[in-house]
């Protein structure tokens, strides 16, 4: 049985598909962000999370979200675009009954506006819910 604490989140880094040498940015951070999420992410990384104004191609997007910070569709569009091709966003949004809960609906009817597609939800935390968005692949021709 693994202690509770920092093993709990590595694991969570784990699932959210973090290997060793990814270039994650986050966007959306302040106060109410998970820490330990982070701490383990950039333990798994083996380095430090990017913030906003990061120039590079990105392999995974952290992005916090609340209730009231805008346009989700319109968020997603500028974050999507130093994603690499097979690239993930996350959006990280409060958990039912914290402050800045967002209604997995309005994820739902964002994502395909914009050309995405929601393929996973997990617990990323005490207080934080993730909902993992690619690109689909049937948009994508491979020869």
Known sequence: MVAAGDADQSSVAERLGIKPDMVVQEIGWDEDVDDDLRAAIEEQIGGDILDEDADEVIDVVLLWWREDDGDLGDTL????????????????????GQPGHVEPSEIAEAVPQVGLAQTANINAGPKWAGTRLVSPKSSKTKR
């Open 77 to 96: 569009i500028e974050v999507r675009t130093p994603l690499n091709e097979n690239g993930v966003i996350w959006v990280l949004t409060p958990k039912t």
